[in-house]
């Protein structure tokens, strides 16, 4: 990474960290290095952190508006899908939510017929409990954990939307795999989905982070999808700020936003005036930090194989293309739950089971932290497995 460049990305040291993530560190016994819930070691980006605060002096704090359409959040982020991505956004099909979840959720109770959801696995573990919060039964579409890398089966897929599932949530890029769908594999998906006239609710928070050699194009961009599908976009994955509450539903044509927009307040609220500020600020003038960012995840990646390799040399892991989650596959090291003696270690990860119920010997490990932070967290983990 140039200078100019890697200085735009600033390490927390333990203490600014157990003060700023609270949950992360706070939530973290101390002599232990949290590397679970996915939030970066690094300071919010001067852009968002300045905004906020001059937010604040102004004192925004107060109810945003209640209207749902998305406003100068929509329009940035019309700016800012063109330049990432290369893809065409109607800021009038832009609305605003809480977060992802919230975003997702809504989608399913809004748009998706009473039938059954399949979601693939493993899948972000908040996921899992759409289904009773939505009443939709929850149909699992196994991924299979011996492959070289992540792959839906859409053959397995066509058999559950032909027993009468009539939603595929998807993931992309994928937590906790790192996994960013190619235009094929999304034409694939897209081709099965309209074949039994089913809808797609696509979660693409992870989308900025996309590092390189992949390339992320929204399922909304395929031809063929406005009728059906919904995006679940938001910069606070990305930029750091997932505590201020404003994510995106972006639909693709005047009905589906119509009949997002007709269900009553209650139904979509609770984003939050601060969020506004902030997100708006990272997509229409964070460019630069987030390019530092993406390069430095990067060469985190790499860092990480060549510990990996060193401290833990039976661990598997897919290609990671996204995100700064890896997956890791431990079960040649005997353990269930191979996060229990991790921990004792004293590193803190997520356990497979929380991304796949009942899958053993796993771990997922966020790796957005420092060089020398990551460094340790390997030679713990390689020492407590050891």
């Known amino acids: 990474m140039s200078s100019d460049r890697a200085s735009l990305i600033r390490d927390l040291s333990d203490e600014e960290a157990r003060a700023a993530l609270v949950l992360k560190w706070g939530d973290t016994e101390p002599g232990t290095i949290p590397a679970w819930v996915a939030e970066m070691d690094y300071e919010v980006a001067p852009v968002v952190r300045e905004a ?12 945003p508006p209640l209207d749902r359409a998305g406003g100068t959040v929509a329009e940035a982020y019309a700016g800012f899908a063109q330049r990432r991505y290369g893809a065409t956004v109607d800021p009038a099909h832009v609305l605003l939510t809480a977060d992802v979840t919230v975003g997702v959720r809504v989608a399913l109770e809004v748009l998706s017929e009473r039938a059954p959801m399949v979601l693939p696995v493993p899948a972000y573990d908040p996921q899992h409990g759409l289904g009773k919060v939505t009443g939709l039964e929850q149909w699992s579409l196994p991924v299979d954990l011996d492959g070289d890398d992540y792959a839906l089966d859409l053959d397995e897929l066509d058999r559950l939307l032909a027993r009468g599932a009539r939603t595929l949530l998807l993931t992309q890029p994928h937590n906790p795999a790192g996994h960013v769908h190619t235009r094929a594999e999304l034409e694939g998906i897209r081709d099965v989905v309209t074949k ?13 982070l996309v590092l390189p050699g992949a390339e992320h194009v929204p399922y909304l961009s395929l031809e063929g999808t406005a009728d059906h599908a919904v995006a679940v976009v938001s910069s606070s994955k990305a930029f750091g700020v997932p505590g201020l509450k404003c994510a995106q539903i972006v639909t693709g044509d005047d009905a589906t936003r119509d009949r997002l927009v007709d269900t009553p307040l209650a139904h979509n609220d609770s984003w939050g005036s601060l969020g506004v500020v902030a997100a708006e600020a990272a997509y229409a003038h964070g460019d630069a930090w ?36 890896a997956w890791v596959d431990l079960r040649a090291y005997g353990h269930d739950d191979p996060a229990a003696p991790i921990r004792a270690g004293g590193v803190r990860v997520t356990p497979g089971a929380a991304y796949w119920p009942g899958l053993a010997g796993f771990v997922r490990l966020n790796i957005a932290t420092s060089p020398e932070r990551l460094t340790e967290i390997v030679r713990r983990m390689g020492a407590a497995l050891d």
Not at 56 to 63: D, M, P, Q, S, T
Not at 196 to 201: I, L, N
Not at 304 to 313: F, K, N, V
């Open 52 to 63: 906020v605060a001059a937010a604040v002096e102004r004192g925004v704090l107060g109810y």
């Open 196 to 208: 039994h006239g089913a809808r797609v609710v696509s979660d693409e928070i992870h989308a900025p």
């Open 290 to 325: 987030l390019d530092a960012l993406v390069e430095r995840l990067d060469q985190q990646r790499s860092l990480l194989r060549s510990l990996l390799a060193e401290h833990l040399p039976e661990a598997r892991t897919w290609p990671l293309e996204a995100t700064y989650l």
